[in-house]
Nanobody, 125 residues
Framework: QVQLVESGGGLVQAGGSLRLSCAAS????????MGWFRQAPGKEREFVAA????????YYGDSVKGRFAISRDYTKNTGYLQMNSLKPEDTAVYYC??????????????????WGQGTQITVSS
């Protein structure tokens, strides 16, 4: 059974940095895509970033481009989201997700097969 467990959330001041981790288990993820999404209170879940577990092109949501960086350690089955220059509007629950295959659809929550439980990020002004 696939499990995704996020960690690294917390409270940070505006302008600060945090790194989220996503520990994946339950299968070999070489043909999967890893995605990060976030959901603020009263809003829809929003695409943040994505990359294939095997490496390659990274994709980012417009609101985080240039500030966030997605990466993964294939040997550890762990993905990361480095978040810099955080803003109060980045406050949300952040979710790690896994998608089977290399679908061209990577921004849509419906395209992902597995989800973590989420971790809260709060950015104070």
């Amino acid at each position: 059974q696939v499990q995704l467990v996020e960690s690294g959330g917390g409270l940070v001041q505006a302008g600060g940095s945090l790194r989220l981790s996503c520990a994946a288990s339950g299968r070999t993820f070489s043909s999967y895509r890893m995605g990060w999404f976030r959901q603020a209170p009263g809003k829809e879940r929003e695409f943040v970033a994505a990359v294939m577990w095997s490496g390659g092109t990274t994709y980012y949501g417009d609101s985080v481009k240039g500030r966030f960086a997605i990466s993964r350690d294939y040997t550890k089955n762990t993905g990361y989201l480095q978040m810099n220059s955080l803003k109060p509007e980045d406050t949300a629950v952040y979710y790690c997700a896994a998608q089977r295959g290399r679908s061209g659809v990577y921004r849509d929550t419906q395209a992902y097969d597995y989800w973590g439980q989420g971790t809260q990020i709060t950015v104070s002004s």
